[in-house]
Each structure stands twice: as C-alpha cells, then as structure tokens.
Nanobody
Framework: QVQLVESGGGLVQDGGSLRLSCAATGRTFSNYAMGWFRQAPGKEREFVAAVNRSGFNTNYADVVKGRFTISRDNAKNTVYLQMNSLKFEDTAVYYC?????????????????WGQGTQVTVSS
C-alpha cells in the first residue's frame, strides 16, 4: 500500500555530487524506516544507507561512510541521499525502500516496499 518514486539520478564526473530523492505515497510515511540500496550491472543488490522513523538514527555501508548522507523530511514524505566525492565504483541503479519497523537495518529482505530505481553513472 506504499508507493515509492526515486529521482535525481544522472551522469556525473569523478569527484562530483548528486542528491537523490524518494517520494512516498499511500500510507503514513513516519511509520517506516527508510533505506537506500544499489545494484551495479552483473552484481547483487547491496545496502547503502538507512534512517529510522524519526530521522535521528542512521546506518551506512562502510564503502560510503563519510561521503554519503541520508536524511528525511516526514512533513514532505521524502527521504534523501546526498552523495559527495563520487567514484566510478558508485555507478549503479539506486533503489529506495521502506520498512514497517523503526530500526534502520541493512538487510534487503527486511524491507517491505521498493521504488523503481534511478540510474547514477560516474565517469572517470
């Protein structure tokens, strides 16, 4: 009963920045922890970042820690992923996900709803 739509992807040069957005509709946004995952061609989908219901607790994959920041605006039903110092290795389709629990886990199968994905391409 929750729909998620990602936006903000595109082509960026090595070292550049992008800000992804995920807009949620259908249910009360503040009831869900939110996460970002990504999948590169030929690879498994992997965890990137997550945030709890209130926005005060976050969780990051080691490979993006210090470069990416997840945040949310419950009044706008939107979660964001600010990506700085982008590398070629960050190239992937990025997916937004919602979990009907508060803990911002890193496990893909613990999330209940998924967006369609947005492409991020980093050129060297």
């Amino acid at each position: 009963q929750v729909q998620l739509v990602e936006s903000g992807g595109g082509l960026v040069q090595d070292g550049g920045s992008l800000r992804l957005s995920c807009a949620a509709t259908g249910r009360t946004f503040s009831n869900y922890a939110m996460g970002w995952f990504r999948q590169a061609p030929g690879k498994e989908r992997e965890f990137v970042a997550a945030v709890n219901r209130s926005g005060f607790n976050t969780n990051y994959a080691d490979v993006v820690k210090g470069r990416f920041t997840i945040s949310r605006d419950n009044a706008k039903n939107t979660v964001y992923l600010q990506m700085n110092s982008l590398k070629f290795e960050d190239t992937a389709v990025y997916y937004c996900a919602a979990r009907f629990r508060g803990l911002p886990t890193a496990t893909m199968n613990e999330y209940d709803y998924w967006g369609q994905g947005t492409q991020v391409t980093v050129s060297s």
